[in-house]
């Protein structure tokens, strides 16, 4: 299946008649001037870089770094400065299409596909149960869209079957912050602040290569990085420690090992902030590091300078990414670096900190306002029956309507289609057919439902298998809230109209709501009105907005949750609350104030190399490309930079297999195989590959990972497979 | 029904008095585990008949090893029931029947069996060691493995000089942890030199002049006849102050229960890398074990790996234990050793390094292309590396002197190639530039503006400002560096 996107030449959607959609309720805004710049964000990664949009006449956007923008500082990467391609991408969905009697997308006009859908969703519900219709959303998705998926699949669906690719991507993180913080918010500092450190430790975390504006805070600090592969940060790194795939965990808890050996332990604070640290320890006190060298590869000299140098130096971070997050044992590897950060008396520090490196856009607020299976708007938990209560008041319903806590997105994945499972998926802003793990698997599920319903603004490979697809709004055609990596509530903001035929995502989701027999006002098409519910649904949570507005936002401020509308000390004639840029500086989020160390201890990953399938695989991002590839695939710039999936494999272990470089190879695992081209690189492990997930078809990275989850956070075990390599006849 | 204290725990109990007296956790961190599918098998109680499925697991044993194995089959998800039984309680296995008979007259039907029964340490034969009334004499101690600066001041809180018996991996460690404390400490072994079962002579002397540079006195070749109260007294005579005697001289596995079954019992029992004893429903782990396939002796058990690929198997996958490697931990001494010292001598590939005067020496025996045995002294990184190799039983890279000494950093020096890439944020290549500036850009601030070269993560800048020096007469030097990506050329829709 060639999927390869043409050079976009197609013809300029600015010559799209501008009074078109005037008068359209909703999210979409009628025409805007020519020539007024527009402060906004990339519309890919966490770090949300600042930009700033220009319209000329002929509809044509340009984009430039926001100036003063203190996150990218006039950086941007390739992706960011490409991004406007995207606006006009030739095969942009202009319609919505209904599968034909014939099996073909056949357009149609929106009311019929509306009617359409919501009719089956009826008949489907009708007959077995509310949990036969599922939702599962994307950490792209702006803070309005996220919250109101939430609330229709709880209200107008009745479903518990809801979660997002989040899962996918921070769960791990967000699920060991909580436990040791009482609070998971990526950063709970500003980026800004990494610039004063001396020291910061990465741990799989490349952001040189997935959000390289990031690096010019990294400037001053000496850096250690962790990870499999001689990445372009790692080149950057004092340190880099570069362990086998999978044993991520063992290394942290030896770093811990060698901290308590070396006596370099910050034991006020572990007295009067911390608690668990005996048990912790009795847990750790195993891994000494010529253990944990023998396991990981990582020398024990090395593990000894990475924590000399981190308690050595005033200020220091540690950071994490998905080169930690994304395994069975993700939570108990993050819960272990940041044991090792509490150890050493780094959170909760003026200068120094444990975060988190979110990965998509709105990932962080993605995960906070309700399209997570266990819970509801302001990071409430589902099950809590308070938190309950107060979003059904909100939501003007009773707390016994609100469905429990669903399956997680793996889960939900593969129960689709089962007796039982779900028999209606319908899919905002995420393309599992290529990012979920074992994608053949999943490809064939979604198969198999009686509807599948794909919002999406591209044919994603996703919406190819779709009974229906819905063509949404993209970035600089919707306003709304991204929240960043530092959970900064930021303003996306719209410079042009819309494509005719297009809508947006608040727009469908009322249109479903009201064929469903719901109130048409529960469902406000304003993404203003819904961020003002959003305030309220969040009050009293743990990422309280109520504080912020549209207003505040515009007029500039800089706004980082929690930001509670209860204004500060002085009285309601106070200032308004100036939100939150470091957290944990008084105290955590627990009652008793103090952080949790976590009790954990050595475990393995899910699978293990052997005769059969000798090599580890590791799966990862590109600069050039950005997820699934939906959308930069489609983008000549990047493609020419990226063009195919290339698998990177050390030229020894190549050598032995009969593999040149750039000669065509096969990887397989237990659950299938794919097809790249051999990129040898002499910095690699020899007992490892490295896949990018970005592309389609027989590319996919995902057809070969695995489906053993984390059995806290539900993080599928992205980082290591056990494959073998074989050359592959030209096709 | 029979008093004996069975610990009977499935796949999902983690709670039960004698695993949570040891810390078992499973699940380990704090939070709901949600979802997590319920086997609940039922429990197999003491005392009760018939015949049991392999799935039932029966552990002798109730120390680390056994611990540790419960712990990797609950994680598992083992669906069958576990139980441990602390070896004193247990008289006999009966292994026709499949049982474990206890004191109190009490049976234990088992599918397999799971021996996990540790080891004693060694006491010589020395004459003053013990009390009359058996228990060991003021002064004298027995070692465990130490590690941290903290460590030699656990070892002994007694002030005075320390003699350690036996330069064994232990003892040699021992030494070395309390130096590190401060203490003057001497060391007696019989053999030639330090660790001499393991090491070649090259490196026993290396290690031995390591030691001696530490100011760690060794008295190789010796062995001690006589401890009074402060004194030890060697076989050629010398008497050594001794405030504290400190035994490093091996452990005893607990075999007898093993043996008396009829099963092969060497120093411990007898296992293969898959630590099966002869008898198919019986295996063992941890320091009790033997594995037959090193030649050599018991290593430093690796009792993580062991535990690990034992419930592996136990739970349906064909997994082999990783061989055992000893590796020193001392921070500052870097020695690994791997593979018996009869595969070192006799592997057909032998590649050796020695460099005296920095301490470091390394030999690798390989045998098709994979190390059979090796030794490495002084030098980390290769000590990782080689036992990774070595576990794993992994080709050895073709670039053998860089697993030794380390790659050099891959930094090529940019080719003067127009393809090369200057800027990797924006992927903008040499010749790029070089047309920006004759186009007319020439300072980095327009050559981002032409080229978006700098605007990424800014790592380049330096070079762009080189590029620009190079290409302009001596006087015009880089400069406005850092203001690039400002003024970068716009990205366009189309
Ligand atoms: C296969 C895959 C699928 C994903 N799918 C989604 C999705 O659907 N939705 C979503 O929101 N997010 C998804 N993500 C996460 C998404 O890539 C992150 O959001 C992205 O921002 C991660 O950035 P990163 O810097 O962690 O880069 P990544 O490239 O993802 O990984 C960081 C680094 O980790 C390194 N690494 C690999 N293994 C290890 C290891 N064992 N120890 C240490 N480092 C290691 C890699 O070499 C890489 O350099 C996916 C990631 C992967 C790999
Ligand atoms: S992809 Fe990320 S790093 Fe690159 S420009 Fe966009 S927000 Fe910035």
Redesign the pocket.
């Known amino acids: 299946m060639s999927d390869r996107a043409p050079a976009p030449a197609g013809p300029r959607a600015g010559a799209a008649p501008a009074a078109a959609r005037a008068g359209t309720p909703g999210d979409i805004p009628a025409g805007i001037p020519a020539d007024t710049p527009a402060d906004t964000h990339c519309p890919y990664?966490?770090l949300q870089c600042g930009t700033r949009l220009s319209r000329a006449a002929d509809g044509a956007v340009t984009v430039r770094p926001t100036p003063g923008f203190p996150v990218n500082q006039g950086g941007l990467c390739q992706k960011g400065w490409t991004a406007p391609a995207l606006l006009d991408t030739p095969d942009r969905l202009r319609t919505p299409l209904l599968r034909d009697a014939g099996g073909t997308l056949a357009p149609a006009g929106w009311d019929t596909a509306l009617d359409t859908i919501a009719g089956r969703l009826r008949e489907l519900r009708a007959r077995y149960g509310p949990d036969a219709v599922a939702v599962l959303g994307g950490?792209g998705l702006t803070n309005e869209k996220a919250y109101l998926l939430g609330k229709f699949a709880r209200l107008a669906l009745g479903t518990s079957q809801i979660d997002y690719?989040?899962r996918?991507?921070m769960s791990s993180a967000a699920a060991a912050g909580n436990a040791a913080f009482g609070i998971d918010r990526g950063l709970p500092f500003p980026v800004t602040d990494l610039a004063g450190a001396e020291v910061v430790l990465l741990?799989?975390?490349?952001?040189a290569e997935?959000m390289p504006p990031l690096m010019r805070h990294l400037d001053g600090p000496e850096l250690i990085v962790?990870?499999?592969?001689r990445?372009p940060t790692a080149e950057r790194a004092a340190l880099h420690l570069q362990?086998r795939?999978?044993t991520?965990l063992a290394l942290a808890l030896g770093l811990l090992h060698a901290a308590v050996a070396e006596e370099l332990l910050d034991h006020d604070y572990i007295e009067t902030r911390t608690t668990g640290f005996d048990a912790c320890w009795r847990q750790a006190r195993e891994a000494w590091p010529e253990r944990v060298e023998a396991i990981t590869g990582v020398p024990a000299a090395d593990q000894r300078a990475a924590v000399r140098m981190l308690a050595a130096a005033g200020r220091r971070y540690l950071l994490t990414?998905?080169?930690?997050e994304?395994h069975s044992t993700g939570v108990d590897t993050v819960a272990a670096y940041i044991n090792l950060a509490l150890a050493l008396g780094m959170p909760g520090r003026p200068g120094s900190g444990y975060g988190c490196?979110t990965?998509?856009g709105n990932?962080q607020g993605g995960r906070e306002h309700g399209q997570k299976a266990d819970q509801l708007p302001g990071y409430r938990m589902i099950t809590d029956p308070a938190a309950r209560g107060h979003v059904a008041r909100v939501w003007g319903v009773a707390p016994e309507d609100l469905p429990g806590a669903g399956r997680s997105a793996w889960e939900l994945l593969d129960s689709l289609a089962t007796p039982g499972g779900p028999r209606a998926l319908l899919v905002f802003g995420?393309n599992p057919v290529v990012?979920a793990p074992h994608a053949a698997r999943v490809a064939r599920k979604l198969a198999a439902l009686d509807l599948l319903v794909v919002a999406d603004f591209v044919p994603s490979e996703t919406a190819r298998l779709a009974h229906a697809v819905l063509p949404v709004t993209q970035w600089a055609e919707e306003d709304g809230t991204m929240t960043s990596l530092e959970g900064r509530v930021l303003r996306r903001r719209a410079v042009r109209t819309p494509p005719p035929g297009v809508r947006g995502d608040l727009d469908v989701l009322h249109g479903l709501a009201v064929r469903l027999g719901e109130p048409a006002a529960r469902y406000p098409t304003s993404p203003r009105a819904v961020f003002d519910e959003l305030r309220r649904a969040s009050a009293g949570g743990r990422a309280d907005y109520s504080g912020i507005s549209y207003e505040r936002l515009d007029s500039g401020e800089a706004l980082y949750w929690p930001c509670p509308a209860a204004p500060g000390p002085g009285g309601a004639r106070a200032a308004p609350h100036p939100g939150t840029p470091r957290l944990f500086l008084d105290g955590f989020a627990h009652p008793d104030g103090r952080a949790r160390f976590a009790p954990v201890g050595h475990r393995e990953a899910a699978e293990r190399t052997g005769p059969g399938f000798p090599l580890h695989a590791?799966?990862?991002?590109l600069l050039a490309h950005y997820?699934s590839g939906a959308q930069t695939r489609r983008i000549a710039e990047l493609t020419a930079a990226a063009p195919e999936p290339e698998v990177e494999i050390h030229p020894d272990t190549a050598a032995r297999l009969g593999v040149g470089d750039g000669q065509r190879v096969r990887v397989s695992s237990a659950r299938g195989s794919t097809v790249a081209r051999a990129r040898l690189v002499a910095t690699l492990r020899t007992d490892t590959v490295?896949l990018p997930?970005h592309f389609p078809g027989a590319g996919r990275?995902?057809l070969l990972?695995g489906t053993a989850l984390d059995p806290v956070s539900r993080m599928p075990e992205?980082?290591?497979s056990a494959v073998c390599v074989e050359p592959e006849p030209a096709p | 029904m029979t008093t004996t204290t069975t610990t009977t725990t499935t796949t999902t109990a983690t709670s039960s008095a004698a695993t949570t007296a040891l810390n078992t956790t499973t699940g380990a961190t704090t939070g709901a585990t949600t979802g997590n599918a319920a086997h609940n098998a039922t429990a197999g109680t003491a005392g009760t008949t018939g015949a049991r499925g392999a799935g039932d697991v029966l552990i002798l044993g109730n120390g680390p090893d056994a611990v540790r194995l419960t712990r990797a089959l609950h994680r598992l998800g083992h669906p069958g029931p576990v139980r441990m039984l602390p070896e004193p309680v247990v008289t006999a296995i009966d292994r026709r029947r499949r049982r474990v008979r206890t004191a109190d007259g009490g049976e234990h039907p088992y599918g397999t069996l799971a021996l996990a029964l540790g080891a004693r340490p060694h006491i010589p034969d020395v004459p003053g060691l013990r009390c009359p009334e058996g228990q060991l004499r003021g002064g004298v101690r027995v070692g465990t493995p130490l590690a941290g600066p903290a460590a030699g001041r656990r070892a002994t809180t007694t002030p005075g000089p320390v003699v350690v018996l036996g330069a064994g991996p232990d003892g040699t460690d021992a030494a070395l942890a309390l130096r590190r404390a401060g203490r003057q400490v001497t060391v007696v072994h019989p053999g030639a030199h330090p660790m001499s079962r393991r090491l070649d002579r090259t490196a026993g002397e290396l290690l031995a002049g390591a030691l001696a540079e530490r100011g760690i006195r060794v008295h190789a070749g010796a062995t001690a006849v006589e401890f009074t109260p402060g004194k030890l007294t060697l076989d050629d005579g010398r008497i050594l102050e001794a405030a504290t005697l400190l035994l490093c001289t091996g452990t005893v596995p607990h075999t007898r229960l093993a043996a008396e079954a009829g099963l092969p019992v060497g120093h411990g029992v007898l296992v293969d890398s898959r630590l099966r004893t002869a008898d198919p429903h019986i295996s063992a782990l941890g320091s009790c074990a033997e594995l037959t396939t090193t030649a050599d002796g018991p290593a430093a058990p690796p009792a993580w790996d062991q535990a690990e690929a034992l419930a592996a198997r136990l739970t349906g996958a064909d997994r082999t234990a990783p061989p055992p490697v000893v590796r020193l931990r001392d921070p500052a001494l870097h020695l690994a050793v791997m593979g018996s010292r009869q595969a070192l001598e006799e592997a057909p590939d032998q590649i050796t390094l020695h460099d005296p005067a920095r301490g470091r020496y390394a030999r690798l025996a390989l045998r098709r292309d994979r190390v059979a045995a090796a030794v490495v002294l002084g030098l980390p990184r290769a000590a990782a590396a080689v036992t990774q190799l070595y576990r794993e039983a992994r080709p050895v890279p073709a670039a053998r002197l860089a697993l030794l000494l380390g790659t050099p950093p891959l930094r090529p020096g940019a080719p003067d190639s127009p393809a090369t890439v200057v800027c990797r944020c924006n992927h903008v290549t040499l010749g790029e530039l070089r047309e920006a500036w004759d186009r007319g850009a020439r300072d980095v601030a327009a050559l981002a503006e032409a080229t978006r070269a700098t605007t990424g993560c800014g790592s380049c800048t330096d070079e762009v400002a080189r590029l620009c020096s190079a290409r302009t007469a001596p006087s015009g030097g880089p400069g406005g560096a850092r203001s690039a990506g400002r003024g970068a050329r716009e990205g366009r829709a189309r």
């Open positions: 990664c966490a950490g690719n989040g996918f991507c741990a799989g975390a490349n952001p997935t962790i990870d499999p592969r990445t362990p795939p999978g991520d990414g998905r080169g930690s994304q490196l990965g998509q990932g995420t990012s590791t799966t990862g991002r997820q490295f997930f990275a995902n990972t992205f980082k290591v």
